[in-house]
């Protein structure tokens, strides 16, 4: 296994906590959209725990962008083939594109089904729509389609930590450890 350079530590610590989040906002999401809770009170409860952490996914992200403008990731193998980093590149920017949007069109989409958001039910957040339920389903038709999309690129930023580990060696899991 080669050496190589590893992330800025304020970089591997908000990636790690985006790990964290992401396993808990995903499954949330998952249970209120597939299993929805009989119990109204406990269902609502899910909704504002998943969308407040939604809220500060967004904010951590946005914390990632400017930490990575200031500490850029460290460089690929010199051997990494082209077709391999312009997947790693395009793989990064979709997810953060997506953890950036996610956040903003679950939130737009609560607010036309006509619930207003308040941070962990204590913090009101002021609502930029009113009801609209034709917009709302676009919204939340939407918001399934990231979702899905968040998870395939989380299989495809997984199956590469695979390859770089298992199959090229290249030490490359090691840059955010």
């Given at each position: 296994?080669?050496?190589?350079?590893?992330?800025a530590?304020?970089?591997?610590?908000?990636?790690?906590?985006?790990?964290?989040?992401?396993?808990?906002?995903?499954?949330?999401?998952?249970?209120?959209?597939?299993?929805?809770?009989?119990?109204?009170?406990?269902?609502?409860?899910?909704?504002n725990?998943h969308?407040?952490?939604?809220?500060?996914?967004?904010?951590?992200?946005?914390?990632?962008?400017?930490?990575?403008?200031?500490?850029?990731?460290?460089?690929?193998?010199?051997?990494?083939p082209?077709?391999?980093?312009?997947?790693?590149?395009?793989?990064?920017?979709g997810?953060?594109?997506?953890?950036?949007?996610?956040?903003?069109?679950?939130?737009?989409?609560?607010?036309?089904?006509?619930?207003?958001?308040?941070?962990?039910?204590?913090?009101?957040?002021?609502?930029?729509?009113g009801?609209d339920?034709?917009?709302?389903?676009?919204?939340?038709?939407?918001?399934?389609?990231?979702?899905?999309?968040?998870?395939?690129?989380?299989?495809?930023?997984?199956?590469?930590?695979?390859?770089h580990?298992f199959?090229?060696?290249?030490?490359?899991?090691?840059?955010?450890?």
């Amino acid at each position: 296994m080669k050496p190589v350079s590893r992330y800025a530590a304020s970089s591997r610590w908000l990636h790690w906590l985006t790990v964290l989040l992401l396993l808990v906002i995903l499954p949330l999401g998952v249970w209120i959209g597939f299993f929805e809770p009989a119990d109204e009170t406990f269902k609502l409860r899910l909704y504002n725990v998943h969308e407040s952490l939604g809220v500060l996914m967004f904010v951590l992200v946005l914390i990632r962008i400017v930490n990575r403008r200031l500490n850029p990731p460290p460089p690929l193998p010199a051997d990494m083939p082209a077709w391999m980093r312009s997947v790693a590149r395009a793989n990064h920017i979709g997810l953060y594109a997506l953890l950036v949007l996610m956040p903003m069109i679950g939130f737009l989409a609560t607010n036309a089904w006509g619930f207003p958001l308040s941070l962990f039910n204590v913090l009101p957040i002021p609502a930029p729509l009113g009801k609209d339920e034709a917009l709302a389903k676009v919204l939340s038709f939407l918001h399934l389609c990231g979702a899905i999309a968040i998870g395939l690129m989380i299989l495809g930023h997984l199956a590469g930590v695979v390859h770089h580990t298992f199959i090229r060696r290249d030490g490359l899991l090691g840059r955010m450890l």
